[in-house]
């Protein structure tokens, strides 16, 4: 049976399971899981251990520093074949402690879904949980030995867990990321490359009445710096620099000694990551004097729509059609762990979890209606033999 054979097969069965999948959707929104509380971090893990266990073999690896562990499952393939998948979860949310209380899980009478993280993307990992499950029910295997990860790292930049994801996906003959797709459950196929800088200048202080000649002011140099920065933008190509965050000064009276600037910078290509990161790097000091210290860099690099990746679309499109849901694809400036394996060559599709809306906002909410559909969509990709 090929993908779409299968999904077609799958989607009306699994509608009417739709109450079961909402109650794995509560059970996980229910673990809070901050990426910044390793308790709770812990006690997700734990609980998609005992979820997954029985698809596969399941290894912890714990990271230094206090942050959460990762886990990676392998699901056996069906008649050894010598291509690999990797499948990307993150199981942290940007949401603290305790907004569990304020925003409880629970599902309205249009079976509209919210609770801290449902969206993002604890509803992708539901849907890869049915998906699964849908294929053992039946005695089919992935055509490919699949890997997936449950990372506990994301919303902070992945600084521990994109090793893993390179490690893992590196020779994969595709990558599946169950991040939120957009609006209507549109698959992405393109991310911009993220970067973060901080920008911090010294000056020197001096009395703003008595002697201000005296002084270099650091919140001038900020200024003109802040121009500079927002010049590098280019809308046309898809390149957004913006200085988001500004701190400088002590006291009014007092010619400011030091200011910082903190930059976020999305790109498109390669090419342009490059360019801003030089032009950044290279920034000058324009009052004689300051003195200017530029740190970070390019965090994610683009993801990059490539043929082979067209084309996995155009399997998902058509695995989709075959169960008479219609599929589309497009980009974001958002950035993800797909961004990763993407740039080392790993085709990527993107955007496969729960649809909804309102990822990190406070109107975050997944349509339970559509859960069915994903689950059927991402067995189908599973078993679909490209
Ligand atoms: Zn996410």
Redesign the pocket.
């Known amino acids: 049976m090929n993908g779409a054979e299968l999904a077609a097969a799958l989607r009306p069965e699994l509608e009417p399971r739709r109450q079961a999948m909402i109650d794995v959707l509560g059970q996980l929104v229910s673990i809070e899981s901050p990426s910044d509380d390793l308790p709770s971090l812990e006690r997700c893990a734990s609980t998609l251990e005992t979820l997954f266990r029985p698809f596969g073999s399941i290894e912890r690896i714990a990271p230094e520093g206090g942050q959460g562990p990762h886990l990676r499952l392998t699901v056996d393939a069906r008649n050894g074949h010598q291509e690999r998948a990797v499948a990307l979860c ?1 199981y942290d949310t940007v949401w603290s402690l305790g907004t569990l209380q304020r925003i409880p899980f629970a599902v309205d009478a249009e079976g509209v879904a919210r609770g801290p993280g449902c969206f ?2 604890k509803g ?1 990992i539901t849907v890869l949980y049915f998906a699964l499950g849908a294929l053992r029910e039946r005695g089919l295997a992935p055509a490919r030995q699949l890997q997936v990860l449950f990372t506990s790292d ?2 902070i930049g992945s600084p521990t867990s994109r090793a893993v994801i390179e490690e893992t996906s590196r020779g994969a003959a595709v990558a599946y990321v169950l ?2 797709p957009l609006p209507g459950g549109t698959l992405k196929t393109a991310r911009k490359g993220t970067g973060d800088y901080l920008v911090r200048i010294t000056g020197r202080a001096a009395h703003a009445g008595v002697e201000p000649q005296k002084g270099i002011s650091a919140t001038e140099e900020l200024a003109r710096q802040t121009l500079a920065l927002h010049a590098l933008n280019d809308y046309a190509v898809g390149t957004t620099v913006n200085v988001g965050v500004v701190h400088g000064g002590s006291r009014p009276n007092v010619v400011a000694a030091e200011a910082e600037a903190h930059v976020d910078v999305r790109v498109e290509t390669l090419a342009e990551a490059e360019r801003i990161d030089r032009a950044i790097r290279g920034l000058q000091a324009q009052l004689p004097g300051a003195q200017l210290a530029i740190d970070g860099g390019l965090n994610r690099p683009p993801m990059e729509r490539s043929a082979a990746m067209a084309a996995l679309f155009e399997r998902a499109r058509a695995i989709a059609a075959a169960m008479g849901v219609e599929l589309h694809e497009g980009s974001t400036g958002g950035g ?1 762990d797909g961004n990763f394996t993407a740039a080392i060559g790993v085709p990527t599709l993107d955007g496969l979890g729960a649809e909804g809306e309102g ?1 990190h906002a406070a109107h975050e909410h997944v349509l339970t209606d559509r859960l069915p559909r994903r689950a059927a969509l991402m067995a189908g990709l599973l078993v679909d033999d490209f």
Request: net charge negative; charged share 40%.
């Open positions: 993150h993002d993307m992708g994301e919303e991040e939120s993800s990822a």
